[in-house]
Protein backbone atom coordinates (compact mmCIF):
# COMPACT_ATOMS: atom_id res chain seq x y z
CA UNK A 1 0.00 0.00 0.00
CA UNK A 2 1.15 3.36 -0.56
CA UNK A 3 1.77 6.07 1.65
CA UNK A 4 -1.39 8.12 -0.19
CA UNK A 5 -3.71 5.17 0.79
CA UNK A 6 -2.77 4.62 3.94
CA UNK A 7 -2.79 7.95 5.24
CA UNK A 8 -6.32 8.04 3.72
CA UNK A 9 -7.32 5.08 5.83
CA UNK A 10 -6.60 6.99 8.80
CA UNK A 11 -8.76 10.01 8.76
CA UNK A 12 -12.25 8.11 9.16
CA UNK A 13 -10.80 6.39 12.13
CA UNK A 14 -9.18 9.22 13.83
CA UNK A 15 -12.85 11.46 13.14
CA UNK A 16 -14.74 8.48 15.16
CA UNK A 17 -12.51 8.48 17.68
CA UNK A 18 -12.92 11.96 18.14
CA UNK A 19 -16.51 12.27 18.00
CA UNK A 20 -17.36 10.56 20.41
CA UNK A 21 -15.59 10.88 24.08
CA UNK A 22 -14.86 7.96 26.21
CA UNK A 23 -16.70 8.98 29.32
CA UNK A 24 -17.43 12.10 30.46
CA UNK A 25 -18.47 13.39 34.68
CA UNK A 26 -21.44 15.74 35.26
CA UNK A 27 -21.52 17.77 38.01
CA UNK A 28 -24.84 20.35 38.43
CA UNK A 29 -25.98 22.88 40.68
CA UNK A 30 -29.56 25.33 40.90
CA UNK A 31 -29.45 28.75 39.39
CA UNK A 32 -32.01 30.44 41.71
CA UNK A 33 -33.70 33.91 39.80
CA UNK A 34 -35.07 35.97 42.30
CA UNK A 35 -36.26 39.61 42.03
CA UNK A 36 -38.30 41.44 45.27
CA UNK A 37 -41.18 43.69 44.22
CA UNK A 38 -42.02 46.31 46.80
CA UNK A 39 -44.94 48.84 47.45
CA UNK A 40 -44.81 51.68 45.46
CA UNK A 41 -47.21 54.64 44.42
CA UNK A 42 -47.05 57.48 41.69
CA UNK A 43 -49.24 60.10 42.03
CA UNK A 44 -49.55 63.28 39.82
CA UNK A 45 -52.63 65.76 41.27
CA UNK A 46 -54.17 68.17 38.04
CA UNK A 47 -54.88 71.74 39.26
CA UNK A 48 -58.23 72.75 40.31
CA UNK A 49 -59.45 76.09 38.49
CA UNK A 50 -62.56 77.50 39.91
CA UNK A 51 -62.88 79.66 36.96
CA UNK A 52 -64.06 83.70 37.38
CA UNK A 53 -65.66 84.27 41.20
CA UNK A 54 -68.71 85.99 41.14
CA UNK A 55 -69.99 86.75 44.90
CA UNK A 56 -73.53 86.43 44.23
CA UNK A 57 -72.93 83.00 42.84
CA UNK A 58 -70.58 79.68 43.92
CA UNK A 59 -67.79 79.06 41.98
CA UNK A 60 -67.47 75.09 41.09
CA UNK A 61 -64.98 73.03 39.16
CA UNK A 62 -63.78 69.07 39.71
CA UNK A 63 -60.27 67.69 39.06
CA UNK A 64 -58.90 64.84 39.43
CA UNK A 65 -55.44 63.31 41.13
CA UNK A 66 -54.16 60.05 38.99
CA UNK A 67 -52.45 57.38 41.33
CA UNK A 68 -50.39 54.17 40.12
CA UNK A 69 -49.53 51.49 42.33
CA UNK A 70 -48.18 48.26 42.63
CA UNK A 71 -51.41 46.01 42.63
CA UNK A 72 -53.31 44.90 45.61
CA UNK A 73 -51.97 48.31 47.44
CA UNK A 74 -54.25 49.73 49.96
CA UNK A 75 -53.64 53.57 49.55
CA UNK A 76 -55.40 56.68 51.41
CA UNK A 77 -55.15 59.92 50.50
CA UNK A 78 -55.41 63.05 51.71
CA UNK A 79 -55.03 66.82 50.92
CA UNK A 80 -53.43 69.35 53.30
CA UNK A 81 -55.57 72.82 54.64
CA UNK A 82 -53.13 74.61 52.53
CA UNK A 83 -51.76 78.08 53.12
CA UNK A 84 -54.10 78.06 56.49
CA UNK A 85 -52.66 75.13 57.58
CA UNK A 86 -56.77 74.11 58.55
CA UNK A 87 -58.43 71.88 56.41
CA UNK A 88 -61.80 73.20 57.73
CA UNK A 89 -60.71 76.81 56.54
CA UNK A 90 -59.06 76.56 52.97
CA UNK A 91 -58.44 80.20 51.55
CA UNK A 92 -56.81 81.26 47.97
CA UNK A 93 -54.42 84.12 48.83
CA UNK A 94 -53.94 87.57 46.15
CA UNK A 95 -55.23 90.70 47.82
CA UNK A 96 -57.30 89.83 50.37
CA UNK A 97 -58.38 85.81 51.10
CA UNK A 98 -61.34 84.35 48.95
CA UNK A 99 -62.62 80.69 50.94
CA UNK A 100 -63.86 77.25 49.38
CA UNK A 101 -63.62 73.87 50.19
CA UNK A 102 -62.81 70.51 48.18
CA UNK A 103 -65.34 67.42 48.74
CA UNK A 104 -64.95 63.76 48.13
CA UNK A 105 -68.21 63.48 46.41
CA UNK A 106 -70.09 65.74 43.85
CA UNK A 107 -72.81 66.61 46.17
CA UNK A 108 -70.15 68.64 48.41
CA UNK A 109 -70.83 67.33 51.45
CA UNK A 110 -67.37 65.40 52.49
CA UNK A 111 -64.85 67.42 52.70
CA UNK A 112 -61.32 65.72 51.53
CA UNK A 113 -58.82 66.59 53.54
CA UNK A 114 -55.85 64.63 56.11
CA UNK A 115 -57.18 65.51 59.77
CA UNK A 116 -59.18 62.20 60.29
CA UNK A 117 -59.84 58.84 58.21
CA UNK A 118 -63.06 59.93 57.22
CA UNK A 119 -62.02 62.77 55.51
CA UNK A 120 -59.22 61.03 53.38
CA UNK A 121 -60.24 58.75 50.50
CA UNK A 122 -59.51 54.68 50.73
CA UNK A 123 -58.67 53.02 47.50
CA UNK A 124 -57.85 49.26 47.00
CA UNK A 125 -55.03 49.61 43.83
CA UNK A 126 -55.33 47.87 40.56
CA UNK A 127 -52.17 48.61 39.35
CA UNK A 128 -53.41 50.34 36.43
CA UNK A 129 -53.59 54.31 36.55
CA UNK A 130 -56.87 54.80 38.80
CA UNK A 131 -58.56 58.50 39.00
CA UNK A 132 -59.90 59.90 42.28
CA UNK A 133 -61.85 63.47 41.51
CA UNK A 134 -61.83 66.41 43.74
CA UNK A 135 -64.85 68.43 43.95
CA UNK A 136 -63.78 72.39 44.74
CA UNK A 137 -66.56 75.18 45.37
CA UNK A 138 -66.00 78.65 46.14
CA UNK A 139 -69.01 79.48 48.66
CA UNK A 140 -70.90 83.11 47.24
CA UNK A 141 -71.35 86.06 49.43
CA UNK A 142 -67.45 87.15 49.20
CA UNK A 143 -66.88 90.62 48.55
CA UNK A 144 -62.68 90.13 47.61
CA UNK A 145 -60.76 92.42 45.63
CA UNK A 146 -59.59 92.00 42.19
CA UNK A 147 -56.84 89.29 41.60
CA UNK A 148 -55.75 85.70 40.85
CA UNK A 149 -56.17 84.07 43.97
CA UNK A 150 -54.29 81.17 44.49
CA UNK A 151 -53.69 78.07 47.19
CA UNK A 152 -51.48 75.66 47.33
CA UNK A 153 -52.60 71.94 48.66
CA UNK A 154 -49.99 69.15 49.42
CA UNK A 155 -52.13 65.90 48.04
CA UNK A 156 -50.31 62.87 50.30
CA UNK A 157 -50.39 59.28 49.93
CA UNK A 158 -50.11 56.94 52.44
CA UNK A 159 -49.32 53.05 51.25
Known sequence: MGFAFRHLLWLPLAAI???S???AEIDQDILAVRT???PQCRVQAGDLDLGLYHPDQPS???S????QC???VAARIALSGGQTGDPMNRAMQAK???HYQLYKDEARTQVFADRNRTEMQDLKTTGLPQRVLVHGEAPAGQPVPEGTYVDIVVVTVTY
Open 64 to 67: SIEL
Open 21 to 23: PAL
Open 60 to 62: RAT
Open 36 to 38: EVR
Open 70 to 72: TPG
Open 17 to 19: AGA
Open 96 to 98: GQL
